[in-house]
């Protein structure tokens, strides 16, 4: 019994000594390196204007309709979409004839927003959602057939918008992992600083 005891005692030590370490110092050691090392991305990566109203994350889309921005991805988190408490996609399978009507009507939506001709092929992330419905990114494609509605909408030469595109467009992860995408938040977040001026 006594044996059993010690056993019962260093078991608890050992549970002890790892909560305190797992638990408590190591969290916070992460925390502070990455406070220290990553300020921006460790406070979500907030967009900020000249007036200190957070206008998002770059890291989760949000919902742009209006002519004026460039639009992100469909989105299947929640009821109308972008929803981050919601995050999921579609969870259609490629069999499914609802799928096929929502690509059907997201692909008539997308040219008719962007006075493309009904043969301009339509780049497959601009009409479906991602795996999470909150990715704030798009291929260089999509939004290069958006420019010529956000440049007539905001009275803006496609070259100014050219060149915010390509500022807003990050390369593969490392050279190799990935595509290039643009972050359709900080590229909007862009233009409304740009318009203020």
């Known amino acids: 019994m006594k044996k059993l005891f010690a056993e019962f005692g260093r078991s608890l030590m050992a549970t002890l000594f790892f909560a305190v370490i797992l638990c408590g110092l190591y969290p916070l050691i992460v925390y502070g390196a990455a406070r220290l090392l990553f300020p921006n991305q460790a406070n979500g990566s907030l967009l900020v204007d000249k007036s200190g109203a ?19 991805r469909p989105s299947a988190a929640g009821a109308n979409g972008y929803d981050a408490t919601s995050s999921s996609g579609s969870n259609l399978g490629p069999t499914s004839s609802n799928l096929v009507a929502n690509l059907t009507q997201n692909i008539a ?4 927003e962007n006075g493309l001709t009904t043969n ?3 780049p497959a992330d601009a009409v479906t959602a991602s795996g999470s419905g909150l990715d704030p990114d798009i291929n260089p494609e999509n939004a290069a057939l958006q420019i ?7 009275g803006l030469s496609k070259e100014q ?14 050279g190799i992992w ?20």
């Open 109 to 112: 939506n997308y040219r008719g």
């Open 54 to 72: 957070v206008r998002g994350s770059a890291l989760l889309a949000q919902n742009f309709t209006g002519a004026k921005y460039f639009h992100p």
């Open 120 to 122: 301009t092929l339509v």
């Open 161 to 174: 918008l050219r060149k915010l595109v390509r500022q807003n467009t990050r390369d593969r992860d490392f």
């Open 178 to 197: 990935g595509e290039p995408r643009v972050n359709v938040m900080t590229l909007n977040f862009a233009l409304d600083q740009l318009s203020q001026k």
């Open 148 to 154: 010529p509605r956000v440049a007539r909408a905001r």
